[in-house]
T-cell receptor, first 109, second 115 residues
Framework: QKEVEQDPGPLSVPEGAIVSLNCTYS??????FMWYRQYSRKGPELLMY????GNKEDGRFTAQVDKSSKYISLFIRDSQPSDSATYLC?????????FGTGTQLKVEL | NAGVTQTPKFRVLKTGQSMTLLCAQD?????MYWYRQDPGMGLRLIHY???????AKGEVPDGYNVSRLKKQNFLLGLESAAPSQTSVYFC??????????????FGPGTRLTVL
């Protein structure tokens, strides 16, 4: 079993839709939880992070962590074509991150 | 400020050839990492370094060697390339801040094909 499980998609939604991206993890030692966004043929870049269970909001993006069930979510409101990318969850601790496989998202006009 | 740069951007090798990938960062970061990214596998850590002159193995180190002779540079070597090493290679760097979140800054990647 992988430490981090993430549905690879692809996920295709119409513009304006609410998108839900999810990961599960098995290592209870993970201390912080990151979401990276990766555009095609580019390196990953940090989108959001959180330390604890609960929600964190940043504009149209909300990150949610439930440590009790080891479940990580990223919600995108009013999705835009520019949100089309691969989203990687990355829980971590001790200066190392463990990446999910990434979910490929396409937002269509 | 260039951030993290990688050289070369693309390379095609024949089986058995050797090559070195260069990662350079101008953010004075202490830690540097090499990952490979394959379809359906996500980013997997090959080797990393916690400071100049140090290296350590990651999740998939076999077939690779690394060196960190200067703080700003981290080299990834393939001594005898195999088709299984066809992948996109990413370098990343951070400066650790104790228990605080440590964002890894990534380079643009090197696309390597081994025939």
């Amino acid at each position: 079993q992988k430490e981090v499980e993430q549905d690879p998609g692809p996920l295709s939604v119409p513009e304006g839709a609410i998108v839900s991206l999810n990961c599960t993890y098995s290592n209870s030692a993970f201390q912080y939880f990151m979401w990276y966004r990766q555009y095609s043929r580019k390196g990953p870049e940090l989108l959001m992070y959180t330390y604890s269970s609960g929600n964190k909001e940043d504009g149209r993006f909300t990150a949610q962590v439930d440590k009790s069930s080891k479940y990580i979510s990223l919600f995108i409101r009013d999705s835009q074509p520019s949100d089309s990318a691969t989203y990687l969850c990355a829980p971590g601790g001790g200066n190392k991150l463990t990446f999910g496989t990434g979910t490929q998202l396409k937002v269509e006009l | 400020n260039a951030g993290v740069t990688q050289t070369p951007k693309f390379r095609v090798l024949k089986t058995g050839q050797s090559m070195t990938l260069l990662c350079a960062q101008d953010m004075n970061h202490e830690y540097m990492y090499w990952y490979r990214q394959d379809p359906g596998m996500g980013l997997r850590l090959i080797h990393y370094s916690v400071g100049e002159g140090t290296t350590a193995k990651g999740e998939v180190p076999d077939g690779y060697n690394v060196s960190r002779l200067k703080k700003q540079n981290f080299l990834l070597g393939l001594e005898s390339a195999a088709p299984s090493q066809t992948s996109v290679y990413f370098c990343a760097s951070i400066t650790p801040r104790g228990g605080l979140m440590n964002e890894q800054f990534f380079g643009p990647g090197t696309r390597l094909t081994v025939l």
